[in-house]
């Protein structure tokens, strides 16, 4: 399995390609809830199998507000959840908007554009090129490159895959511009993922400071994640410790997470009919130390 | 206030509370035991009050924290499980024994 080159691999098995290098901690990141506070109604419509409409209509002390996004799927099919060209957009009332293409050519090269645009102005802009090999992945970033003012961030990424389980890394992050003390600013941060078959680690260390993740799947329905994240520019570090129970049967998924902040975070979605495709989500957030909770619920329709 | 020469004054105009007679009682140990005492006293006192609010404040935190991290989900199971048993009792009476055995060992197959 691991001689013959494979462009698509699918997430949950381990294939040749080690995957992209900011996904290192994704597993266990996907495990910790979003929290959200007030009401929010979501609507997605499919209205082909290439295109998708989503309305999100919230109501909370913080933005109280309508967004609509849209995405398109192209033809170029990969693999069996993955499809090529892909096109994001989200745009709300005020016109903020944000739009994201993805696109592969050949098997091997992938791109992604991203740019934001608020207040009429672009925000931020960024394009990625990646190179997805046998054993490794190479990619390129160049952010908020500004011609006029000569200042941006160019983002180098190498991740290969050592042996079945052992995946290593680097990355180097060169900033430059009238902003940037010295004019430019070079950082290097290293990282590392072991891959067991119930559990995975990664780590990621540089200047900045210390990225660990592990993540362990109990049971099929089961898995907990636990992330340490410092930041020394700041003086800063935070564990989480999270968990994520599902019952496929009633459609129910439960995530929660508990952090060295003294916040607990549940979410809590259920399907409310087997026919019908209502899922109502509820949110408690509650910071011991400050004292401050927060509750949301959610209507997602479609 | 001007200080006092206690140890002038005439027996008649000293006064003294209670306590404070049973406080004087206590000269008569000698000091390490009278410090003893005190710092047991004290550490007891501390301790109580300490307690007290540690414990006040971890039964809050245990349960608002369950209340958060965990009842959704175990209510969920309860609810699920009180279903399964009673579609299988409804089952049993409608088909016999053997049928509920069997609906309950096809959802593992599946």
């Known amino acids: 399995m691991a001689e013959t080159p494979q462009s698509s ?41 290439h295109f998708q409409v989503s309305h999100t209509l919230s109501l909370s002390p913080m933005n109280t507000g309508y967004k609509f996004g849209a995405t398109y799927v192209g033809h170029k099919q990969l693999g069996p959840q993955e499809a090529f ?36 102005k ?12 046998t054993f490794s992945t190479f990619g ?43 004019g430019q600013i070079t950082v290097p941060s290293y990282s590392a993922r072991y891959s067991a078959d119930f559990w995975t680690a990664a780590a990621t260390f540089g200047m900045s400071g210390l990225h660990l993740s592990y993540h362990h799947r109990q049971t099929e329905n089961i898995q907990f994640g636990v992330e340490f994240e410092s930041n020394l520019n700041v003086q800063e570090a935070m564990t989480t410790f999270g968990y994520q129970v599902e019952m496929p049967e009633e459609g129910v998924t ?29 949110s ?11 509750f949301g619920i959610g209507l997602i329709i479609g | 206030m001007s200080a006092i020469d206690w140890e002038h004054v005439p027996d008649e105009e000293l006064e003294e509370t209670l306590w404070e007679r049973f406080e004087g009682l206590s000269e008569m140990f000698p000091s390490f ?34 209340l958060i991290l965990f009842m959704p989900y175990i209510i969920e199971k309860e609810r699920s499980d009180l279903e399964k048993t009673q579609v299988a009792q409804q089952r049993q009476l409608l088909l016999g024994p053997a049928a509920a055995v069997q609906a309950a060992k096809s959802p593992q197959q599946h």
């Open chain 1, 284 to 294: 408690g957030m509650l910071n011991h130390a400050k004292s401050a909770g927060k």
């Open chain 1, 122 to 133: 672009l925000a931020g802009a960024q394009g990625t090129i990646e190179r997805r090999g």
């Open chain 1, 140 to 182: 390129l970033t160049l952010a908020n490159t500004d011609l006029v003012n000569e200042s941006g961030i160019v983002v180098a990424q190498l991740l290969r895959r050592f042996t079945k389980r052992v995946d290593l890394g680097a990355e180097l992050v060169y900033q430059y511009g009238r902003q940037v003390p010295g």
């Open chain 2, 33 to 66: 035991l009278q410090k003893f005492v005190t710092g047991t006293v004290d550490w007891t006192k501390w301790s109580a009050s300490t307690g007290f609010w540690l414990t006040r404040n971890a039964v809050w935190i245990a349960a608002t924290s369950s």
């Open chain 1, 9 to 49: 691999p699918p997430p949950s098995q381990p294939s040749s390609n080690p995957g992209s290098y900011d996904e290192l901690h994704r597993k266990a990141r996907d495990i910790f809830p979003t929290c959200f506070e007030g009401a929010k109604v979501i609507v997605q419509k499919g209205l082909s199998s």
């Open chain 1, 254 to 282: 439960m995530r929660a997470s508990v952090d060295t902040n003294w916040t607990v975070c549940g979410v809590f979605e259920k399907r409310l009919s087997q026919q019908l495709p209502f899922t109502l989500a509820i």
């Open chain 1, 85 to 120: 060209p892909i096109f994001l957009g989200d745009t709300d009332v005020a016109g903020n908007t944000t739009g994201t293409f993805l696109h592969t050519f050949g098997e091997k090269w992938r791109v992604r554009l991203q740019g934001q645009v608020q207040q009429a």
